[in-house]
């Protein structure tokens, strides 16, 4: 008995075969994972008004962190000066400050002065250790003029009150630099 020798077009015909059911195969992936019941919503642990927009902004009576409260208080901010210098005590300060239910100051806090243009910077750089090593690092930018600048600043501040009293996965690192005029020199001699 003689073995049959395949043809080159039985050869293509099961080519064509198989690949006539790829597409079905593809859509019974897509029906397999279409069918699951959608999963449940992630749930953050913190309520959603932790973060206070009007205590940041200072509206009424203003507090001194507040936007309206370091604008009325810190008219010249410009890098380096005296206005600038009060402004990163005032951040240094609320960083340092214990949280509202405790006794024990939340974050770490140092001021590493940078010199540029022949002006001294002052960086405030605020850390709370976290389960893990991990890092997540906002930086916010106080010098210049105008309320741009400064209402990242409010907004640095009362992110750091809401992250005093939480329980951290990562590590958060707070930073505020000066320098925005120069460069930006605080925030590269940070970096």
Do not use: C
């Not at 939340?106 to 893990?132: E, H, K, M, P, W």
């Amino acid at each position: 008995m003689a073995a049959h020798a395949l043809t080159s077009t039985e050869v293509l015909d099961a080519r064509v075969y198989r690949t006539a059911f790829l597409p079905a195969l593809v859509a019974l992936f897509v029906a397999a994972f279409a069918l699951a019941d959608r999963p449940t919503p992630a749930r953050n642990a913190f309520p959603t008004d932790v973060f206070n927009a009007e205590r940041a902004f200072g509206s009424g009576t203003p507090e001194p962190q507040s936007l309206q409260g370091m604008a009325a208080a810190f008219g010249d901010r410009t890098a380096g000066s005296s206005g600038d210098a009060a402004l990163a005590q005032l951040v240094q300060q609320v960083f340092e400050a214990p949280e509202e239910r405790g006794e024990r100051a939340a974050f770490t806090v140092r001021r590493d002065v940078v010199v540029a243009r022949d002006r001294d910077l002052i960086n405030v750089v605020a850390t709370r250790a976290g389960f893990s090593t991990r890092r997540i690092v906002v930086m916010a930018n106080r010098d210049g003029p105008g309320l741009a600048n400064l209402s990242s600043t409010a907004v640095l501040l009362e992110l750091a009150r809401v992250l005093k009293s939480r329980e951290l996965d990562k590590t958060i690192v707070l930073v505020s630099t000066s320098g925005s005029e120069t460069g930006f020199a605080g925030a590269q001699a940070w970096a």
